[in-house]
């Protein structure tokens, strides 16, 4: 493919927000009376790092889509241009790595040799952050669909004992004036009483 056709081709990534603002601080317009503008070294330093740390962001996506992308290539899947647009947005990370390294020695003496391990750490703990907010916020919501369930549990099961309640203690009406089975059996075969008098009068006739 031509460097024409190449350069002509939509960038891989979107615009590198943190180099602008490097190059933007890098080479702010004096104020009036002023030889060069007055940027602490530490802004600098700080806005540096910044865009190392896209850098190493960058870094990691391109080394994640490498393999996939080239296998859709050798499979047909995707066009030469696609390819070809990753290809020069690998060689502008190189460019880019170089220039972060000059940069940070610049800064500061041997900088350049650390400074992306800085920027890969700081990397990583903002990918652990995120992940542990992702954690909390879906056991937040595990906890309120759980508290939801267990609520319509308690409240099926209360309708249930509210349902087998009367079921299990019918009310039973009965006379006053009606006396239980025993009672009855009692009234029939005379009873004690009448047992006592059939005897009384045995033993009356016996005196006789």
Do not use: C
Request: charged share 30%; hydrophobic share 35%.
């Amino acid at each position: 493919m031509s460097t024409a056709r190449s350069t002509s081709l939509e960038p891989w990534f979107g615009p590198h927000v943190q180099r602008n603002v490097y190059l933007s601080l890098l080479h702010l317009e004096p104020q009036p009376g002023q030889e060069k503008a007055n940027v602490p070294d530490g802004m600098l330093k700080a806005a540096l790092l910044q865009r190392a740390t896209e850098d190493i962001r960058r870094i990691l996506a391109i080394r994640g889509q490498k393999q996939p992308l080239s296998q859709l290539l050798q499979r047909g899947s995707v066009g030469d241009d696609l390819w070809q647009r990753f290809l020069r947005a690998e060689k502008e990370m190189e460019e880019e790595l170089r220039d972060v390294v000059t940069e940070a020695n610049a800064l500061a003496a041997n900088w350049g040799q650390t400074i992306f391990q800085s920027a890969n750490e700081m990397v990583q703990n903002a990918n652990i952050r995120k992940r542990v907010a992702e954690i909390q916020e879906k056991a937040k919501a595990d906890s309120r669909q759980w508290e939801k369930e267990r609520a319509n549990i308690r409240d099926k099961f209360m309708e249930q004992l509210e349902e087998e309640v009367p079921a299990k203690n019918p009310k039973t009406a009965t006379s006053p004036g009606v006396n239980s089975d025993e009672d009855a059996v009692l009234v029939e075969g005379g009873g004690p009483a009448a047992s006592g008098s059939k005897a009384g009068t045995r033993k009356k006739k016996g005196k006789k």
